[in-house]
């Protein structure tokens, strides 16, 4: 009996990325039901239970989110109900149906303040109203408790499905010869097909818990907004001049931690995880944007 695994906003960087890598369905003993806003709304709690009962979801991994992270700052409605309530709701559906969740978050829960890689049992404090709604989604799945399901913070993700600052970075060059880039923000990418890789391992894995466990996830390794963009030009040799400015320099309408490394200790160890360093997980990205 195969083990029916519903992915929710599967057309977003995550999402395409797991479809992607599942395309030839070499999991034998599962199998995907695929779904976004049109095919099924998160927020809509009865289409949901009603999905999940009828398909015989054992279970779901969140991809879908509101991720305008700017735009939330005006538009907090809209946050709640997808980061926040969207989550509440279908983490109950998940515990009366025994379900196990998969569900990301994000290190905008933290303000940024600390000085060595977060771990997950850090202070969180989200300066911004997207970090809040998803700290909001965590907190309410961690209340009511869905049978064995987890939660995965992760950061600055890109793919070759979507938007990201990779494909900005890429699109700016080919307009200028020069950019500003900020450099006081330093964190890690993540490679959203790197990162549906190590979710497929996951629930292949046996995994037994009695609380929501969080787990820190990115690529190995540390860069600024400003090495990330001298790293995608060197590496698709584009001689576009990046120069390093600061965070006032380009203010935003949302406010982002200057500090935002992750420590995977945790979920390497327990799920034993190798994780790309981020500049070949660069690499092997732009032979997909290229290609
Ligand atoms: N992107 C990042 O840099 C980043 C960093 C840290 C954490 N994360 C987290 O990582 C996860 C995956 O991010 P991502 O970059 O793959 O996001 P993404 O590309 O924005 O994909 C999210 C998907 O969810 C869909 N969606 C929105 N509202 C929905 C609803 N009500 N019902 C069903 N689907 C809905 C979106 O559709 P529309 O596009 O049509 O709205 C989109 O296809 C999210 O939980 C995000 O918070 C992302």
């Avoid at 960087?13 to 599942?22: A, F, I, K, R, V």
Wanted: charged content about 25%.
């Amino acid at each position: 009996m195969p083990k029916h695994i519903l992915v929710t906003g599967a057309n977003g960087q995550l999402g395409s990325e797991l479809q992607h890598l599942t395309k030839n369905n070499t999991y034998e003993t599962v199998s995907f039901y695929f779904t976004d806003k049109e095919d099924l709304d998160i927020t809509n709690v009865s289409e949901v239970e009603a999905f999940c009962k009828e398909k015989k979801i054992k279970v779901i991994i969140n991809c879908a989110a509101y991720t305008a992270v700017d735009k939330a700052e005006e538009d907090k409605e809209s946050a709640n109900l997808i980061n926040h309530l969207a989550v509440k709701y279908m983490s109950q559906i998940a515990k009366t149906q025994g379900i196990q969740m998969i569900h990301i978050s994000t290190d905008y829960v933290f303000d940024g303040s600390n000085c060595r890689p977060y771990i997950e049992e850090d202070r969180v404090n989200p300066t911004s109203i997207y970090g809040q709604s998803k700290l909001d989604g965590e907190r309410a799945m961690q209340e009511i408790c869905p049978p064995n399901s987890l939660i995965i913070r992760t950061s600055w993700v890109y793919s070759a499905f979507g938007n990201n600052f990779v494909k900005t970075m890429l699109r700016l060059a080919k307009q200028r010869d020069e950019l500003g880039v900020i450099f006081d923000q330093v964190g890690t990418p993540t490679y959203a097909k790197n990162l549906a890789q190590s979710i497929l391992d996951i629930i292949t894995k046996k995994y037994n818990a009695s609380n929501v466990e969080v787990y820190h996830y990115s690529n190995e390794g540390v860069c600024s907004w400003y090495d990330f963009a001298k790293t995608i030009f060197e590496l698709s040799q584009i001689p576009c001049r990046v120069n390093p400015i600061t965070t006032e320099q380009y203010p935003t309408p949302a406010k982002r931690p200057h500090y935002s490394i992750l420590n995977k200790s945790k979920i390497k160890r327990e799920f034993d995880l190798d994780i790309p360093y981020w500049k070949d997980a660069l690499k092997d990205a732009l032979g997909s944007l290229e290609a």
